[in-house]
């Protein structure tokens, strides 16, 4: 089954600190994966994908294929960075389609 | 250059109406996706066109949903009887052509609310 898995609801963190928001999933095929931000009412957006390994506003993400994961993380929390973070998985079937994990929403405290 | 848009952002009906939601692509997209996101939720899949024809439509709930593209642009999506576990955020995304590198565009959504 195509699923993706975020299992933190909610990650508040101080600001300056490490920030790692957990993706993972469940796939047969090659893995193409997304990491999109929803900020405060604004629409969602990509943030980085796997195959580009770019990083964006500080934050990175690698995949593991071992461990089926691609966590996002960032060495320093700002606060403007509180949001919600959504993985998605783009099905190659054609449609590339997204399966979404319930997304985590990332608190940055002052 | 213009984004997505959808409209109306917010909707409300009662129990059984009929309703359509509208959704403007990039410019140029010829693939377009509609999501559908539930209360803490992240967005599931509805249906895909790529042009006008409806290449994927494996994830329309159930025959009271139904979505057109009849020029390859504008899509409606089309909801009859609704009811009100059809009460969610749907969401249009667009992308152009290219496979699954060319990230999808997102739409800020409609709100649909159903007494």
């Known amino acids: 089954a195509q699923r993706v898995t975020q299992p933190e609801k909610l990650l508040s963190v101080f600001k300056g600190a490490p920030v790692e928001l957990k993706c993972n999933y469940s796939?047969?095929?090659?893995?193409?994966l997304f990491w999109y931000v929803q900020y405060s009412r604004q629409r969602l957006q990509l943030l980085l994908r796997?195959?580009s390994r770019e990083s964006i506003k500080g934050f990175t993400a690698d995949l593991n294929k071992g461990e089926t994961s691609f966590h996002l993380k960032k060495p320093f929390a700002q606060e403007e960075d509180s949001a919600m973070y959504y993985c998605?998985?783009?099905?190659?079937?054609?449609?590339?389609?997204?399966?979404f994990g319930t997304g985590t929403r990332l608190k940055v405290l002052a | 250059g213009a984004g997505v848009s959808q409209t109306p952002s917010n909707k409300v009906t009662e129990k059984g109406k009929y309703v359509e939601l509208r959704c403007d692509p990039i410019?140029?997209?010829?693939?377009l996706y509609w999501y559908r996101q539930s209360l803490g939720q992240g967005p599931e899949f509805l249906i895909y066109?790529?042009?006008?024809?409806?290449?994927?439509d494996s994830g329309l709930p159930n025959d009271r949903f139904f979505a057109v593209r009849p020029e390859g642009s504008v899509s409606t999506l089309k909801i009859q009887r609704t009811e009100r576990g059809d009460s969610a955020v749907y969401l249009c995304?667009?992308?152009?052509?290219?496979?699954?590198?060319?990230?999808?565009?997102f739409g800020p959504g409609t709100r649909l609310t159903v007494l």
């Open positions: 998605a998985l783009s099905v190659a079937s054609g449609t590339y389609k997204y399966i």
């Open positions: 796939y047969s095929g090659s893995p193409e």
């Open positions: 066109f790529q042009g006008t024809g409806a290449a994927d």
């Open positions: 796997h195959i």
């Open positions: 995304a667009s992308r152009s052509s290219g496979g699954a590198l060319y990230e999808q565009f």
């Open positions: 410019s140029g997209h010829t693939a």
